[in-house]
């Protein structure tokens, strides 16, 4: 079982930018799709961002299309999602998962995602 450790979110103005960090540990995510999804007060919990387990493919929920970017680095087992010109309707806690099976191009659905982490708060004020 891999665990996921989530980190950079924060309070930030609207405009600014964040970066956050999923760091895993317990096995390689070489092999493993990766998503990063957010939850709001009130709301369900929407997928924001997804890279294949090659990064060759990404995908982007079209609220934050042109302004998140998915990356990930193989050496430090670490995904990333950099988050440009936030507004307030970006608040909510952020989570990154990894996907249940390996070797798939597109885990795009909440059940696809097997193991998850505790959550970063980020907060944009208007």
């Known amino acids: 079982q891999v665990q996921l450790v989530e980190s950079g979110g924060g309070l930030v103005q609207a405009g600014g930018s964040l970066r956050l960090s999923c760091t895993a540990s317990?096995?390689?995510?070489?092999?493993?799709?990766m998503g990063w999804f957010r939850q709001a007060p009130g709301k369900e919990r929407e997928l924001v961002a997804a890279?294949?387990?090659?990064?060759?493919?990404?995908y982007y929920a079209g609220s934050v299309k042109g302004r998140f970017t998915v990356s990930r680095d193989y050496t430090k087992n670490t995904v990333y999602l950099q988050m440009n010109n936030l507004t307030p309707e970006d608040t909510a806690v952020y989570y990154c998962?990894?996907?249940?099976?390996?070797?798939?191009?597109?885990?795009?659905?909440?059940?696809?995602?097997?193991?998850w982490g505790q959550g970063t708060q980020v907060t944009v004020s208007s």
């Open positions: 317990g096995r390689t995510l070489r092999t493993t799709a």
């Open positions: 998962a990894a996907d249940r099976e390996t070797y798939r191009y597109s885990s795009l659905h909440l059940a696809d995602f097997g193991s």
């Open positions: 890279v294949a387990w090659n990064g060759g493919n990404t």
